[in-house]
């Protein structure tokens, strides 16, 4: 199970405070600590964009963590308007990720987020240039992805993507974390074959990339690892 539900069209989170402690939904947490990490200067004067921010869970740890400049963009009028609720955005606005472009000028922001909406029947691969593009030169851009089963072949398709910007000269890779604990699985077939039933957590991963300054990448990529201190 994904926390996004619908076609293909930044739908953002669904899930309240209690279905993420039901679940163990980490992603959020997880993204905004591997994005620290890497943040050049402090938080507060980051402008950071959510894209399918959904009813907010990357803002409200974006802001405990002292991010105070947050846009967030969602396909669903009804999760904008949860979102809006929680007072944790200073802008929102309503974007089909995939059919319509960002409402966001060329190089507009510090980091720019995508977590949860990376799937099979979500955010389609395609989108992933729309929100290099609106990512300042130098800045940063955070994606999640299941790699459980069920998710396999859209992850391939998603990391050639990736490969094809980095080769491209359009950005570097600053890490790719997998997470082995990501959430609850709420089937066993969403399970990776092996995995106690004690255990039960599907996985995912986190990637980190900046945006480069130059027209072509400088040497090679980093291998996957963990952030430091994490």
């Not at 209690?18 to 980490?26: K, S």
């Not at 943040?39 to 894209?51: F, K, M, Q, R």
Request: proline share 8%.
């Amino acid at each position: 199970m994904s926390p996004k539900h619908g076609p293909l069209v930044a739908v953002g989170s669904a899930l309240c405070p209690q279905d993420v402690a039901a679940l163990q939904y980490r992603a959020p947490r997880l993204a905004v600590d591997c994005l620290m990490q890497a943040l050049p200067g402090p938080p507060n004067a980051a402008l950071i964009l959510d894209v399918a921010c959904g009813t907010g869970l990357v803002a409200a740890e974006l802001q405990a963590r002292g991010f105070l400049q947050l846009h967030g963009v969602d396909g669903s009028p009804a999760m904008l308007e949860q979102a809006r609720a929680r007072g944790l955005y200073q802008h929102l606005s309503l974007c089909t990720l995939g059919q319509e472009p960002l409402p966001s000028s060329e190089g507009t922001f510090d980091a720019v987020l995508m977590v949860g909406a990376l799937s099979d029947g979500q955010v389609p691969c395609s989108a992933i240039p729309e929100l290099l593009r609106v990512t300042k030169p130098g800045g940063l851009v955070c994606l999640t992805t299941r790699t459980n089963p069920s998710n396999l072949r859209y992850k391939e398709a998603l990391e050639a993507t990736l490969d094809r910007l980095e080769q491209a000269g359009a950005w570097e890779r600053v890490v790719a974390w997998p997470v082995d604990q990501w959430e609850l699985a709420t089937s066993e077939l969403e399970l990776v074959p092996g995995t106690s039933n004690s255990d039960g957590f599907i996985s995912g991963i986190i990637y980190l990339y900046r945006k480069q300054k130059a027209a072509q990448v400088e040497g090679g990529r980093p291998s996957p690892q963990s952030p430091a201190g994490l």
